[in-house]
């Protein structure tokens, strides 16, 4: 499946590193540019360039408020990812889940004398 | 013994640990060994690896380092799948290492990693697959999608016959 430019593509905006942190920050609670210089191993202006990517993407919005900007991540843009994995996981799962079964048989089987 | 039919079905969590990797993790209510041997033994395999999407048609097992797999399904579409490879670490059984590939797109080999850890009877399975680009591994998530398989196939396949 080839994917478009960085910029233009919240797939490809997810797979840096950096930018999932951001966005693992951001998953508990919006926060400020210095709050997640404080809590990230980035620099400020790393922060910054990381976090228009994912505004353009729309994995990010921002509000502000007074002199701060706060940023939250947007749920909804989070979905066809979300989907993305769950058709794998659906496979996976049914594969497990008869597992599930065939795996209490052997037990049975093993206790019986 | 009361109802055994555990209640797990459908917990299975898929995670993306890096960009060429793919990290299934399910737990069974089973030891170690059992869970072992249900992904070693073909008759046992035989049973499970196709889960409700269709009938298992060749599971070859070779238990031992360098030798080889494969198995098949016939899925209910019709079309069948197979994968093959060759196992690399076998330590029954805490851990089996394997080389992947899905037939269609032989040029592009995984390597998975299970461990099997168990505590009171009840097994952590874990299966860490390593593909050789994002490319490959996004495009064997997309395969596993419901319904869209056949689909997808030939997007891998294209992606195989035109590499960016």
Redesign the interface.
Known sequence: ???TATTTDA?SAV?E?SRREILDALGAEEATVSDLVERLELTQPQISKHLAVLRTVGLVTVRADGRHRWYRIDGAALQPMYE??S??????????????????E???K?KQP | ?TS???D???????T?P??EE?L?V?V????AA??F??WTTPE?VQ???????GEVTEAQIDLRVGGRWRWVMTANGGFEVAFSGEYREIDRPHRVVRTEVFELVPDVEAVSTMTFEESDGVTTMKILSRYPS??YR?????S???G?LQT?LN?LEE?VRQP?
């Open positions: 499946m080839a994917r797939f797979a590193g993305w994995i058709g794998f996981e659906a496979t996976w799962n049914a594969r497990l889940d008869k597992l599930d079964e065939v795996l209490v052997l037990q049975q093993e | 013994m055994t039919i555990p797990r079905h459908g917990s299975a969590v898929v993306l890096s960009d793919i299934i399910r069974f209510d089973a030891p059992i869970v041997d249900a046992i049973r499970w690896w196709a889960g409700d999407r994002r490319e996004d495009a064997t998530i997309a596993g999608m419901e869209g997808s997007h992606l960016s």
